[in-house]
């Protein structure tokens, strides 16, 4: 059985940092892009970050580039999102997601990620 479980999470205040990371289990996601996303309050979830498998390829979301930072550790089976300058409009519940195909590219779409993590709360105060 396939589990992502995200850890991390937390309250921080404005301009503060937060590392979060993703512990897969189950198999190996070594040849799988995996990605962060996030839902807040009454929002749809939105792609955040995400990382091909060899992790030469990432994709940011506008609103988040040059602030967040996704990597991962094949080896550790886990991939990680270091978040700096932490605004309160990224509060939200992030999900970590993982692709079952073998693909080079490091997608952006929910509907292209089939595992999911149950999420953790960030929280960022004014």
């Known amino acids: 059985q396939v589990q992502l479980v995200e850890s991390g999470g937390g309250l921080v205040q404005v301009g503060g940092s937060l590392r979060l990371s993703c512990a897969a289990s189950g198999r190996t996601f070594s040849r799988n892009a995996m990605g962060w996303f996030r839902q807040a309050p009454g929002k749809e979830r939105e792609f955040v970050a995400a990382?091909?498998?060899?992790?030469?390829?990432?994709n940011y979301a506008d609103s988040v580039k040059g602030r967040f930072t996704i990597s991962r550790d094949n080896a550790k089976n886990t991939v990680d999102l270091q978040m700096n300058s932490l605004k309160p409009e990224d509060t939200a519940v992030y999900y970590c997601?993982?692709?079952?195909?073998?693909?080079?590219?490091?997608?952006?779409?929910?509907?292209?990620?089939?595992?999911w993590g149950q999420g953790t709360q960030v929280t960022v105060s004014s």
């Open positions: 997601a993982a692709d079952r195909n073998i693909r080079y590219v490091a997608p952006i779409a929910t509907d292209e990620y089939d595992y």
């Open positions: 990382i091909n498998y060899s992790g030469g390829i990432t």
